[in-house]
């Protein structure tokens, strides 16, 4: 019996590819087309100064991953106020107007091909 439902499930087998995968299919999100379903996920990184800054390591970061086109970013935690972020060392914010332009560049190079969203 286990033989012959064994043979029905590899009779029946789809084999996904690239081409066939919904993962690499395009998709509107609200008003955002994407040309795959590949998301890169929040991952906080410790990168900015001492200021709570990003630093050129945190624009490098997220244009190297923003190089596939139609690739949504949401970026790491980000800090909204001084008082929010406590003792945090290297958390980037977004609460003074030097942080602010740090994201600028961030942002600028991702949407040339993709888009980024900041994780507040």
Not at 2 to 26: E, G, Y
Not at 31 to 44: K, S
Not at 51 to 70: C, M, Q
Request: charged share 15%.
């Amino acid at each position: 019996m286990r033989a012959k439902q064994h043979q029905q499930i590899s009779n029946t087998h789809i084999h996904l590819t690239m081409a066939t995968s919904k993962l690499f299919q395009p998709i509107q999100v609200g008003t955002v087309d994407l040309q795959h379903r590949v998301v890169m996920a929040p991952v906080t990184r410790y990168r900015g100064n001492a200021k709570h800054t990003p630093t050129d390591l945190v624009v490098e970061h997220y244009a190297a991953r923003a190089s596939i086109p139609g690739t949504l970013l949401i970026s790491e935690a980000t800090y909204i106020t001084h008082k929010a972020s406590g003792d945090s060392f290297n958390v980037p914010g977004i609460w003074s107007d030097e942080q602010v332009a740090a994201w600028k560049k961030v942002g600028l190079l991702c949407s040339a091909n993709s888009r980024i969203y900041v994780q507040f």
